[in-house]
């Protein structure tokens, strides 16, 4: 391997219940509300490709400022050409946690329900 090349860390990722759940919906919403199934499979392959690039580069999105402790660390990227739509994550150092996946619009109820989602289960 040339010098000049680094290995990148292999990071981890965990997509919680409650991001999957939130994919899930806004894909159906695609599909099935708005019957947009090409939109529903590029909302699916945005949030791959965004999830790739958040593991590339884990503390380059954006922070978010809650007054929940376990999520201090919180941050946000958006979801490809879906910029209204943004993934809410936690890094460690070995592993990036997807907590939610969100439409900007529901992001603070999201985080002051009570719920500690960054919580490991």
């Known amino acids: 391997m040339p010098k000049n090349i680094r ?3 292999s990071v981890k990722h965990i997509i919680r219940p409650a991001a999957r759940d939130d ?4 894909f159906r919403y695609y599909l099935v ?12 392959e ?3 490709k965004t999830i790739d ?6 503390k380059a999105g954006a922070h978010k400022h809650l007054s929940n402790k376990s999520l201090t660390n919180l941050r946000s990227r958006p979801v490809g050409e879906f910029e209204d739509i943004r993934i809410y994550y ?6 990036v946690r997807v907590i939610r996946v ?8 999201a985080f002051s329900n009570g719920r500690n989602d960054g919580q490991r289960h």
Request: glycine share 4%.
């Open 90 to 95: 936690l890094v460690e150092e070995s592993e």
């Open 33 to 44: 509300d708005q019957d947009k199934p090409n939109v529903a499979n590029r909302f699916l």
């Open 7 to 9: 290995r990148r860390k």
């Open 46 to 48: 945005a949030v791959e």
């Open 23 to 26: 994919i899930l919906r806004q």
């Open 53 to 58: 690039r958040i593991l590339r580069t884990p």
């Open 102 to 109: 969100l439409h900007g619009k529901g992001t603070s109820c």
